[in-house]
T-cell receptor, first 113, second 115 residues
Framework: NAGVTQTPKFQVLKTGQSMTLQCAQD?????MYWYRQDPGMGLRLIYY???????DKGEVPNGYNVSRLNKREFSLRLESAAPSQTSVYFC????????????FGEGSWLTVV | DQQVKQNSPSLSVQEGRISILNCDYT??????FLWYKKYPAEGPTFLIS?????DKNEDGRFTVFLNKSAKHLSLHIVPSQPGDSAVYFC??????????????FGRGTQLTVWP
């Protein structure tokens, strides 16, 4: 039972490098999300896609871009990584029209040095 | 500006006793509330939810209470077990309006249940 799968699980980047976090869900959900979790800050929404073909900014979008490639996949890109983007990133999905429960992936630990 | 607040960063409870985790919200448009549980190195997992048309929802040892007039909800765990030790996040959403589809999370409460 895959659910929400995100890759890579761990990554170390140098300041200024770029990378893309990949996320895929197999639950046929229409909405997908990217959150970051920092100590004492809870889960903060970076970007979300309410449905295929749409994306919207969340609370902390600066420094990130997203692509909703198709219904299953939602990627998060860091164009020029900064140490402030060191965090744990969670992808999530839900079916907005049949329940409010969001299902999360296992997380991607990103360190920018 | 945090719309969902968990003012207690930590809670320590003895095994077998009741754990009460609290959450406050500011947005009167919120009409659905959820609790998530998170273990270290894992993604958050859904625990229990409540719609604004109810004031209580129960699932086994977990009960969520909603006080709409006070914009307050709480999660009760009875009896508490060591395996309940985790970070608990409160979340809220609005089923209508421009923020449809977004969940707003509190900062979490670390629950420690000791034997």
């Amino acid at each position: 039972n895959a659910g929400v799968t995100q890759t890579p699980k761990f990554q170390v980047l140098k300041t200024g490098q770029s990378m893309t976090l990949q996320c895929a869900q197999d639950m046929n959900h229409n909405s997908m999300y990217w959150y970051r979790q920092d100590p004492g800050m809870g889960l903060r929404l970076i970007y979300y896609s309410a449905s295929e073909g749409t994306t919207d900014k969340g609370e902390v979008p600066n420094g990130y871009n997203v692509s909703r490639l198709n219904k299953r996949e939602f990627s998060l890109r860091l164009e020029s990584a900064a140490p402030s983007q060191t965090s744990v990133y969670f992808c999530a999905s839900r079916n907005i029209w049949s329940g409010n429960t969001i299902y999360f992936g296992e997380g991607s630990w990103l360190t920018v040095v | 500006d945090q719309q969902v607040k968990q003012n207690s960063p930590s809670l320590s409870v003895q095994e077998g006793r009741i754990s009460i985790l609290n959450c406050d919200y500011t947005n009167s448009m919120f009409d659905y509330f959820l609790w998530y549980k998170k273990y270290p190195a894992e993604g958050p997992t859904f625990l229990i939810s409540i719609s604004s048309i109810k004031d209580k929802n129960e699932d086994g040892r977990f009960t969520v209470f909603l006080n709409k007039s006070a914009k307050h909800l709480s999660l009760h765990i009875v009896p508490s077990q060591p395996g309940d030790s985790a970070v608990y996040f409160c979340a809220a959403s609005a089923q209508q309006g421009s923020t449809l589809g977004r969940l707003y999370f509190g900062r979490g409460t670390q629950l420690t249940v000791w034997p």
